[in-house]
């Protein structure tokens, strides 16, 4: 229909060229992106930390010749370099524009009308937006209060389960040997979401040798100081990867991503002391924040999960945000009185304790 003769019309008909799901889609809502300077940003839990001076060499020396050129459709370089940190194959891995373009590739690969995909909730926001845009049904078994695997994940019969652990926004993380029984009852694709692992004591590395039906998820936003870039990738039996290389796009991360990928993913020793950091401030920021007055969970990601014993989080979120600090709250049952908070610099944490503590005092 030509747009002239549109005046008039009401939205519902410009709608009608979506399928039906994507008419109804509540599209995913990422975090807040602030644009004004001096803004205190812990709620997209990005790394405080800038990306190792090994990625921003790489970055320097970008040739023309790698632009005019389409890129490795494979990604070799990085499998190789990823392929040697996790003692696996190159045929192990395979290159995504994000973690996130993964988690669509899997729902494509595995699920439809026919075939559930199945996750603990709540857990990340993207799952069921992707089950709806595939048209698929999502079963959502929901978590204790404390964040333990439910058993009735194992009996959904779905095609694909997710686990994303460590848990966002939970924080929290569920062990090897659960993970490994359940991948081990389940007769669908296991995808462990371990875009946090970074910041956890273990991760589920070790299930890819094991089984055949494992797909870890890794992502270089957060551990690498890399969201910009968008960059992530799959770890799986080399069959489950050549599955899934069918459905990727021929070139979906360019030149400049892999180069300054494999960069970042070769310096582990700049990667870990940038970790190190990060646990010593989560640890400190929970410790101030359970004085003066938050429940706050033991996490093992670089972020936290609190909720105060008498001031609403909504309350909190709002005067923060007047004050130019950002941390994530969400009106979703089971969170909504919880602040998800990034773990910032040591002074950027300082800021947001002096601004809660005042919020505090003032009620
Ligand atoms: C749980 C979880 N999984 C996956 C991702 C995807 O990360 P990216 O696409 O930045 O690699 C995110 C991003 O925030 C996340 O929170």
């Known amino acids: 229909m030509k747009n002239s003769q549109m005046a008039g019309i009401n939205e519902q008909l410009t709608m009608g060229y979506f399928r039906e799901n994507v008419e109804k889609l509540k599209a995913y809502t990422p975090g807040f992106q602030p644009k004004q300077p001096g803004v205190i940003k812990l709620n997209t839990n990005e790394n405080p930390y800038p990306p190792s001076p090994m990625v921003m060499q790489a970055l320097s020396q970008i040739q023309p010749e790698q632009l005019r050129k389409y890129p490795d ?22 290159c995504t524009n994000g973690g996130d373009e993964l ?65 966002a926004p939970s924080g929290s993380f569920i062990s090897v040997g659960e993970l490994s029984s359940l991948a081990d009852e389940i007769n669908g694709v296991l995808l462990i979401d371990e875009a946090y692992v970074d910041f956890a004591q273990e991760n589920c590395l070790s299930l890819v040798k094991d089984f055949d039906n494992v797909i870890i998820l890794r992502s270089l936003s957060k551990g690498y100081s890399l969201a910009g870039l968008r960059f992530g990738y799959a770890i799986a039996d080399a069959g489950l990867i050549e599955g899934l290389m069918k459905l990727k796009d021929s070139y979906n991360v360019d030149a400049i991503a892999i180069a300054l990928a494999t960069a970042a993913i070769k310096d582990q020793p700049y990667f870990k002391e940038n970790i190190e950091k990060i646990k010593k401030e989560r640890s400190a920021l ?31 979120y709002d005067k923060l945000v007047q004050e130019n600090i950002y941390v994530r709250y969400w009106e979703i049952p089971g969170i909504s009185n919880k602040l998800r908070i990034t773990v910032g610099t040591k002074e950027q944490n300082e800021k947001l304790l002096e601004a809660i503590s005042r919020i505090l005092k003032s009620k």
């Open 286 to 316: 929970t410790g101030q924040l359970r004085n003066i007055g938050f429940d706050v969970p033991d996490s093992s990601s670089n972020f936290i999960l609190a909720e105060h014993k008498t001031c609403s989080a909504k309350e909190i």
């Open 103 to 167: 988690l669509g590739m899997a729902v494509r690969a595995f699920c439809d009308e026919n075939r559930p995909v199945a996750y603990p909730v709540p857990t990340y926001s993207l799952y069921p937006v992707l089950a709806e845009i595939q048209n698929c049904k999502a079963i959502e078994v929901p978590f204790d209060s404390e964040f333990n695997l439910p058993s009735a994940l194992a009996r959904t019969g779905a095609y694909l389960t997710i686990v994303c652990n460590p848990n």
């Open 73 to 94: 459709p494979h990604a070799d370089a990085f499998r190789q370099a990823a392929a040697q940190v996790h003692s696996v194959k190159p045929e192990n891995i395979m």
